[in-house]
Antibody, heavy 124, light 110 residues
Framework: QVQLQESGPGLVKPSQTLSLTCTVS??????????WNWIRQPAGKGLEWIGR????????YYNPSLKSRVTISVDTSKNQFSLTLTSVTAADTAVYYC???????????????WGQGTMVTVSS | QSALTQPPSASGSPGQSVTISCTGT?????????VSWYQQHPGKAPKLMIY???KRPSGVPDRFSGSKSGNTASLTVSGLQAEDEADYYC??????????FGTGTKVTVL
């Protein structure tokens, strides 16, 4: 079955750029009616949706509170999608998850498959 | 877009039922039937328990059920078991291509 795995630096300096990659295994990122998401969770706090991407047409949508700093992109040849967050501060310290959601059938508009999460700390 | 409001905690004894509320607005919970619920154990990724307000993914016990009335959605866990002790989050499509999560509820099995 489809599995997701996040990867990237665990430590980023303030004002720099956070970059993470989510590798999709067990299926093609381009097949089916899915969109691919990034979600984060500061320690001891709730979940925050960051944004999503459709591989068909490569449309992207972002949380308005982060929109000016976020970019989500896809590399279908590597079966990966990525998150870039610029000008980070300590408030961006969190566990970052990638997750799949469906828009065509099945678990419509729900995050049905998640990566294990990767901890990113913003500190000098 | 503001987070959906959930009670910080809920509890029940084994075998009892617990219901968690998730309150939003007519722009999210009340406006769409795209409310989902997630269970998260400490140090683990969230797990989808309910989608489209009332539907259960394959493998989720029928002890978990969802409903919605107006701007408030609810998750009920019947026949509480020790393994149900976890944090629970609701989520809703919020229109304008956005999603929003709830503040989270810690469920304790007494």
């Amino acid at each position: 079955q489809v599995q997701l795995q996040e990867s990237g630096p665990g430590l980023v300096k303030p004002s720099q750029t956070l970059s993470l990659t989510c590798t999709v295994s067990g299926g093609s990122i381009s097949s089916g009616t899915y969109f691919w998401n990034w979600i984060r969770q500061p320690a001891g706090k709730g979940l925050e949706w960051i944004g999503r991407m459709y591989t068909s047409g490569r449309s992207t949508y972002y949380n308005p509170s982060l929109k000016s700093r976020v970019t989500i992109s896809v590399d279908t040849s590597k079966n990966q999608f990525s998150l870039t967050l610029t000008s980070v501060t300590a408030a961006d310290t969190a566990v970052y998850y990638c997750a799949r959601a469906s828009y065509g059938s099945g678990t419509y508009y729900a995050f049905d498959i998640w990566g294990q999460g990767t901890m990113v700390t913003v500190s000098s | 877009q503001s987070a959906l409001t959930q009670p910080p905690s809920a509890s029940g004894s084994p075998g009892q039922s617990v219901t968690i509320s998730c309150t939003g607005t007519s722009s999210d919970v009340g406006g769409y039937n795209y409310v989902s619920w997630y269970q998260q154990h400490p140090g683990k990724a969230p797990k989808l328990m309910i989608y489209e307000v009332t539907k259960r993914p394959s493998g989720v016990p029928d002890r978990f059920s969802g409903s919605k009335s107006g701007n408030t959605a609810s998750l009920t866990v019947s026949g509480l078991q020790a393994e149900d002790e976890a944090d629970y989050y609701c989520s809703s499509y919020g229109g304008s291509n956005n999603f929003v999560f709830g503040t989270g509820t810690k469920v304790t099995v007494l």
